[in-house]
């Protein structure tokens, strides 16, 4: 049987965008448009107003052929009213089917299409994701394990008796002694230390510039009060610092030197309770232990250790900016002043209040009192140095100490004192000396 081949009319599709195939009675028309569904003729009632057609084309004799028509679109998203082009092209194939092909220049898109970029994207996050989960896991692995580990322990050689072991706890652990270690204070700073002496050194110096005179007195010093106040390995003996304070010329320079001594001494760990400046407590623990003959090598580490321990629970009552007057340190203070200013009174400037001059000297013996207890708060051991160095000869005087660490915080001895606070010399006395 002949085919047909039907050519679309050139005016375009007609309006309402659809193409009307007519065959001959029976047969099946489908026609595929963007946007309608296909629709299916009855064999017995065929679709109106279907164009006539033409003398050029044959109608098929055959009632089993098939016509298929395929939009064609420049553009995905075309219209359902745009023009459609149709392409035919004659088959004669052994079933006498006539087909009409459209092709279409673009396929439209799927929707469920994901790009490149979001795969990679999706790829990323969820390695990410992974090693997140891996690295938590193995972070609780080890802390679990590492709260199963037993304690170590350290062994610190006793004198006499073999050795102490010292449990250290994990950092995990709520042992007591653990949770002490971790709150104590920490050492001060050497140069806050040094500086504290400085500050202590200047307040003196201001404060004899400005209550005492050099001008000659008749009177001599009172020897009963000196006494007081040259106690323990003072460098100068009181007779010699009873004439350079009667010498207009040395006075200001003993003046200092009595000051000085007065509240140095006396914060001294060495100092006997009587006359000390630290917490009666700490001094009378002071004494016993000074006095008992232990292993020089295991002392200083014992000590370092206790003094830190005390520091800590006497903190609230002695670590204050102030002392009051409900302070234990406060009578010998008071014994301290009571000597000190019966030995500078004849020198004292008439011009200037003396009520002001006694409560100047009082506050300067309090703040050293607080000094000496931030000193004995410190694990490491330190010390004053009074003696002048060899290379300053004959007829010098040291006003003031050197501030040095003899010993670290863990009590181990330096091999040589670490100087935090040069010491002030005064020079040019061999005559008076």
């Known amino acids: 049987m002949a085919s047909s081949t039907t050519t679309p009319p050139a005016g375009g599709i007609p309006e309402g965008g659809a193409i009307n195939n007519v065959g001959a009675p029976g047969q099946q028309t489908m026609t595929t448009l963007p946007g309608a569904e296909s629709t299916r003729s009855s064999p017995s009632q065929p679709p109106t107003d279907a164009p006539k057609p033409t003398e050029n084309e044959a109608p098929s ?26 392409e035919s092209g004659y088959n004669s194939s052994s079933n006498d089917n006539s087909t009409i092909s459209a092709g279409m220049s673009n396929s439209s898109p799927k929707s469920n299409d994901i790009s490149p970029g979001a795969a990679a994207g999706i790829g990323i ?33 006793l004198n006499g008796f073999g050795s102490v072991e010292k449990t250290i706890a994990s950092p995990d652990s709520v042992s007591p002694v653990g949770m002490i270690e971790r709150s104590l204070p920490q050492p001060a700073e050497d140069q806050a230390l040094g500086g504290e002496l400085s500050r202590l050194k200047t307040a003196i110096k201001n404060h004899v ?142 011009q200037r209040d003396d009520r002001e001059r006694v409560q100047k000297l009082e506050e300067i013996l309090k703040r050293g009192a607080r000094f000496g207890f931030t ?51 005064a020079r040019g006395l061999e005559t008076y000396l």
């Open 125 to 157: 996050g969820c390695a990410i994701a992974g090693a997140l989960i891996a690295a938590a896991i193995l972070v609780l692995f080890f802390r679990r394990r590492r709260r199963r580990a037993p304690a170590r322990s350290d062994a610190i050689p």
């Open 209 to 350: 510039q400005s209550y005492y005179h050099t001008n000659s007195v008749r009177g001599g010093v009172d020897q009963v009060a000196l006494g007081l106040i040259a106690t323990g390995n003072m460098p100068l003996i009181a007779s010699t610092l009873g004439s350079l304070l009667s010498n207009p010329v040395t006075r200001m320079t003993a003046i200092r030197f009595c000051i000085t001594w007065t509240v140095v001494s006396r914060i001294d760990q060495n100092c006997e309770p009587s006359l000390s400046f630290l917490p009666p407590e700490i001094a009378s623990c002071l004494l016993s232990i000074n006095s008992t003959r232990d292993d020089p090598s295991t002392k200083p580490g014992f000590m370092s250790r206790w003094k830190a321990f005390t520091a800590a629970l006497l903190h609230d009552r002695y670590g204050s900016s102030t002392v009051t007057t409900s302070d234990a340190r406060n009578r010998n203070i008071s014994e301290a002043l009571q000597a000190l200013n019966a030995v500078l009174s004849p020198f004292a400037d008439e």
């Open 61 to 86: 004799s055959s009632s089993a052929a098939n016509t298929v028509v395929t939009p064609v679109s420049s553009s995905p998203t075309a219209s359902p009213n745009a023009p459609v082009t149709a």
């Open 375 to 425: 000193l004995f708060s410190q694990p490491s051991q330190l010390d004053f140095d009074w003696n002048a160095p060899p290379s300053a000869g004959r007829g010098t005087l040291v006003i003031s100490p050197a501030l040095t660490q003899v010993a670290d915080d863990s009590g181990r001895r330096l091999p040589r004192p670490r100087v935090l606070e040069e010491q002030e010399v």
